[in-house]
Nanobody, 117 residues
Framework: QVQLAESGGGLVTSGGSLRLSCAASGFIVENYAIGWFRQAPGRERERVSCINSSGNTYYSDYVEGRFTTSRDNAKNTVYLHMNSLEHKEPAVYYC???????????WGQGTQVTVSS
């Protein structure tokens, strides 16, 4: 059974950092693209980043240079390292899996990130 489980969310002050984890089971993350998304209350879900099976990474313009996504094949886990978090960025952060960085088939339950000013 394919499952994705996010963790690492919490409360951070503006300008701070967090590392989110996306632990996969039922498939090998190395063979898939894993995207990170976020959705704030009243707003549409937006893609934050993606790492494909080749290890290439893509970021939205807003997080470029502040967020980094990486993959630990031994742990079958993908990470989202978030630096310089801004007070406009609290949201539920989700990871999702796809064959490429589009048309995501599997989703996790999300982890809440709260940023205090």
């Amino acid at each position: 059974q394919v499952q994705l489980a996010e963790s690492g969310g919490g409360l951070v002050t503006s300008g701070g950092s967090l590392r989110l984890s996306c632990a996969a089971s039922g498939f090998i993350v190395e063979n898939y693209a894993i995207g990170w998304f976020r959705q704030a209350p009243g707003r549409e879900r937006e893609r934050v980043s993606c790492i494909n099976s080749s290890g290439n990474t893509y970021y939205s313009d807003y997080v470029e240079g502040r967020f980094t996504t990486s993959r630990d094949n031994a742990k079958n886990t993908v990470y989202l390292h978030m630096n310089s978090l801004e007070h406009k960025e609290p949201a539920v952060y989700y990871c999702a899996a796809a064959e490429a960085c589009s048309l995501y088939d599997y989703w996790g339950q999300g982890t809440q990130v709260t940023v205090s000013s």
